[in-house]
């Protein structure tokens, strides 16, 4: 199984048919843009959970550090007023 | 049988047999994800038989169900062209088996779409998607293996010469083909062979792979006479329900 560690990881995003957006759901290995998309299809859609596929790989991905999560999480907790709940709307402004 | 049923069967059992061949990389291909592929091309190649066994079982008029005629023939009954029951050999010969049969099967069923029986019309038309699907997935890897290393290329060249006389048989008419053509449930195979090509060719062009020169050679499954390979995979298909009638899930 040396290819395994030749080929690149890619992260897989599928859009359910009811779906609006993409979610991501899993990952796996493949040489390129083209054999990751078809391997995410046979991986990734066998249940009828597909109705588009996007794959980016892994290496591209920029990712927050779990070192720093209390720097740059925690500081939110107690600022509850940034929640809209605490604005009246008007009666015409729906989906809020 | 009549000659209908049997261009029914013939279609049916390539179906069949090489759905059980591909099954047999279940966890055994190159890598997870391609397990996962050659699997799946699997089953849709046992769907496809299912739905055509069971026209087949209703042409025939014996009252013989789907699984009486996967499971319980004899050799000389099964009317798959030969390429399809040869041993798997490596993964670039399972690939180019596959890429061959899948672009025969896009220019059949898509002539048979216009076929006079309704019911396969019906069936075609669902196997038409999947076999373009499985066309691009083989025909892929060709590519990748072809025009690859000088292994992988190798290997593509060994399968190619092993595998390319067995597809004259595809294209070579009997009764059953004027027969079908005259009635109408579908076309003569030899009449798909200039489009076959025409879906092969360009693919070949990308793996730096030749179609080679016809020979005289022709392979015999379509009229039940098989090659030595066929026996053992029957046996091993067979062994379950021939061990435990009617076994269910």
């Not at chain 2, 038989?49 to 319980?72: I, Y």
């Not at chain 2, 200039?194 to 793996?207: G, H, I, N, Y």
Request: contains cysteine; proline residues 4%.
């Amino acid at each position: 199984m040396s290819t395994k560690n030749e080929w690149p990881l890619w992260e897989v995003f599928v859009r359910s048919k009811s779906g609006l957006d993409h979610k991501h759901c899993g990952s796996l290995h493949a040489s390129d843009s083209a054999m990751a998309l078809q391997m995410a299809r046979d991986v990734y859609t066998r249940r009828q959970e597909g109705a588009s596929v996007w794959v980016v790989r892994s290496d591209q991905i920029v990712a927050s550090d779990p070192d720093t999560k209390d720097m740059f999480f925690e500081p939110a907790e107690d600022k509850v007023y940034r929640h809209p709940t605490f604005y009246k709307l008007p009666a015409d402004v729906d989906h809020m | 049988m009549d000659a209908n049923t049997l261009y029914v069967l013939r279609i049916a059992d390539a179906c069949l047999i090489h759905g059980q061949r591909l099954a047999e990389w279940c966890g055994h291909a190159p890598v997870l994800e391609e397990d996962i592929a050659l699997t799946n091309v699997a089953l849709d190649h046992i769907g496809q038989a299912r739905s055509l066994l069971a026209l087949a079982g209703v042409l025939e008029g014996r009252g013989r169900d789907e699984d009486a005629l996967a499971f319980l023939r004899a050799e000389r009954e099964y009317r798959n062209p030969t390429a399809l029951e040869l041993p798997n050999g490596d993964f670039a010969r399972t690939v180019l088996r596959s890429f061959l049969w899948a672009s025969f099967m896009k220019v059949l069923c898509t002539a048979l779409a216009a076929s006079t029986n309704a019911q396969l019309a019906a069936i075609v038309a669902k196997s038409l998607k999947e076999v373009r699907y499985h066309q691009q997935h083989a025909g892929d890897w060709v590519v990748r293996l072809g025009d690859g290393s000088e292994e992988s290329a190798r290997r593509m060249g060994d399968a190619l010469a092993l595998l390319w006389p067995y597809t004259a048989e595809w294209f070579a008419d009997d009764e059953i083909d004027a027969h079908a053509a005259a009635s109408g449930i579908g076309p003569a195979w030899s009449s798909l062979q200039s489009a076959w090509r025409a879906e092969v060719e360009p693919v070949f062009a990308e793996a730096m792979l030749t179609p080679l020169a016809d020979t005289p050679f022709r392979s015999t499954g379509k009229r039940g006479v098989h090659s030595e390979h066929m026996g053992f995979l029957l046996a091993e298909m067979q062994s379950l329900p021939r061990a435990f009638p009617g076994a269910v899930w």
